[in-house]
């Protein structure tokens, strides 16, 4: 079985269209991978890459794409909506096909070995490749941000990196790390009212009390409040009953949901199950899909039924 990995690198710019692209094409020049979407927000000041391939192939694109976001992205300089400690924030490794959990971390440590020596920036592991308990969560590695990681890193011991220098440079700081597929959802409000955004992601996500697997901020993009989200584990806490929730919360302050989003991909095991649930369909299952039967003229419907 062929190996293929998933890596998902976020970046602080999502302004400047040739830094982007200059980031997409140091990625996209290693045999092996293949760059799927590039999602870029400048409200969010932010742009998600999503690619996949052979693990040392992603690996040496990932670093790539550190490298040049780090010659390209000023943190002194960038502001945006989006919590963000470096130029290149955040780096997952997401098993897919012939690889594992850690597989995954190892990837991560490798890498995470790389950009602190090479590059001299500060390395943060988290997720699965966590080295301490309070790295597991990124929301804890990410806390005050970059402006007071360079106050803290050198003087704090809780700041000192798994790799790289003690002292933060213009391209900030890189948290790299494993983790299971997740869902990047957003939901725009029809109001331009962020208290209420904010009062909505209070209600849904885990950590205030919400949903299991929901991390939510609320946010003002494009003139409307948005409810950003990540989904840390669809098949526990699918994405309708996410959609619902804030629906409901909505309906508490006389506004409504005006459209949602993707940031890069969704598996197509969250949209079967959001699918089968608004159409009241108990029976779905991948076979009842025409696509499933036509990937390279074979039958391949082979995952459990739904419902």
């Not at 969010?44 to 390209?72: C, D, Q, Y």
Request: charge should be neutral.
């Amino acid at each position: 079985m062929e190996q293929i990995v998933e890596c998902v690198p976020n970046f602080s710019e999502g302004r400047r269209s040739d830094v982007i692209q200059s980031i997409q094409d140091a990625m996209a020049t290693v045999p092996g991978v293949r760059v799927l979407d590039v999602h870029s927000d400048p409200d969010h000041n932010r742009s998600v890459v999503t690619m996949i391939g052979v693990p040392g192939s992603v690996l040496e694109a990932a670093f790539r794409g550190i490298a040049a976001a780090a010659r390209l992205i000023d943190m002194e300089h960038q502001r945006g909506q989006h919590p963000r400690l470096g130029a290149a924030d955040v780096v997952p490794f997401i098993p897919i096909r012939g690889v594992t959990m850690d597989d995954c971390v190892q990837l991560a440590r490798r890498l995470g070995q790389r950009v602190g020596d090479e590059l001299s920036i500060p390395v943060y592991l988290y997720g699965a490749a966590a080295t301490r308990p309070d790295r597991t969560d990124l929301a804890d590695v990410r806390r005050g941000e970059y402006e007071r990681l360079k106050e803290e890193i050198a003087t704090n011991p809780d700041r000192a990196p798994d790799f790289g220098p003690r002292r933060v440079g213009s391209a900030g700081a890189c948290i790299i790390g494993a983790r299971r597929l997740l869902i990047a959802f957003n939901i725009y409000l029809n109001t331009d009212d962020v208290k209420i955004a904010k009062a909505i992601a209070r209600a849904v996500r885990h950590s205030s009390g919400g949903l299991r697997y929901v991390k939510a901020l609320g946010v003002k993009v494009g003139g409307l409040a948005q409810v950003t989200m990540n989904l840390t584990d669809f098949r526990r806490t699918p994405v309708h009953r996410v959609v619902e929730m804030v629906r409901r919360e909505a309906t508490r302050y006389g506004v409504s949901i005006r459209r949602s989003e993707l940031v890069g991909l969704i598996p197509q095991q969250a949209v079967l199950d959001a699918a089968a649930w608004y159409l009241q369909l108990d029976a779905l299952s991948p076979d009842r899909v025409l696509e499933n039967w036509l990937c390279d003229g074979e039958a391949k419907p082979d995952s459990p039924t739904l419902g």
